[in-house]
């Protein structure tokens, strides 16, 4: 069973680099032929799909959001990770990763973005 797991600081400054990894277990993320992906969803609003890297590490992101995000792997540790950079407080939102063709995902991690 894969499950998958986000973790990173829960309060981020404005200006600042916001950074959460996403730790999978039970698969690998070189899988064939998945797409590791990052959604998030502001208080109040519906999921915004932020984008994915695919099983060969392969960047798709939302046009919205291409200019400061990045979307990065670390094989050997089974793990991808988001950077979104220039945050202000309109990025503040819970913050999921997925597995999206088995539509699987992790429980969220909430992260706010104050002074």
């Known amino acids: 069973q894969v499950q998958l797991q986000e973790s990173g600081p829960g309060l981020v400054k404005p200006s600042q680099t916001l950074s959460l990894t996403c730790t999978v277990s039970?698969?690998?993320?070189?899988?064939?032929?998945?797409?590791w992906g990052w959604i998030r969803q502001p208080p109040g609003k519906g999921l915004e799909w932020m984008g994915v890297?695919?099983?060969?590490?392969?960047?798709i992101y939302s046009p919205s959001l291409k200019s400061r995000t990045s979307i990065s792997r670390d094989t050997s540790k089974n793990q991808f990770s988001l950077r979104l950079s220039s945050v202000t407080p309109d990025d503040t939102a819970v913050y999921y990763c997925?597995?999206?063709?088995?539509?699987?995902w992790g429980q969220g991690t909430q992260v706010t973005v104050s002074s």
């Open positions: 039970g698969g690998s993320i070189t899988t064939k032929y998945y797409h």
């Open positions: 890297i695919t099983y060969e590490g392969i960047n």
């Open positions: 997925n597995l999206e063709a088995r539509d699987y």
